[in-house]
Nanobody
């Protein structure tokens, strides 16, 4: 059973930065997995923030975070990261990591098979 554990969330002031980590256990090799970061704010639906293809060559960002967030992966360490800069109050949400064995490109929301429990990010002064 694949387990994903997010970490790195917390309280940060507007304009600040955080780095979220997603540690994947029980995966022999991340090479075949695409990963996504999603977030859900209170009273809102879960939305995709970013994804990275299994090859790492394709990344995608929502318009709301483009230019501020960067997704990366370290297959040797079995981790995926979300670097978040210039954080805004509207970025406040629970952030989730998801994964699925996938070929080229990024999966759709319904195709993700494994999900973490989430980490809270709060942007406030």
């Amino acid at each position: 059973q694949v387990e994903l554990v997010e970490s790195g969330g917390g309280l940060v002031q507007p304009g600040g930065s955080l780095r979220l980590s997603c540690a994947a256990s029980a995966i022999i090799s991340l090479d075949y997995y695409a990963f996504g970061w999603f977030r859900q704010a209170p009273g809102k639906e879960r939305e995709e923030v970013s994804c990275i293809a299994s090859t790492g060559g394709t990344t995608k960002y929502s318009d709301s975070v483009k230019g501020r967030f960067t997704i990366s992966r370290d297959n040797a360490d079995n981790k995926v990261y979300l670097h978040m800069n210039n954080l805004k109050p509207e970025d406040t949400a629970v952030y989730y990591c998801a994964a699925v064995v996938y070929g080229l490109g990024c999966p759709s929301y319904s195709q993700y098979e494994y999900w973490g429990q989430g980490t809270q990010v709060t942007v406030s002064s």
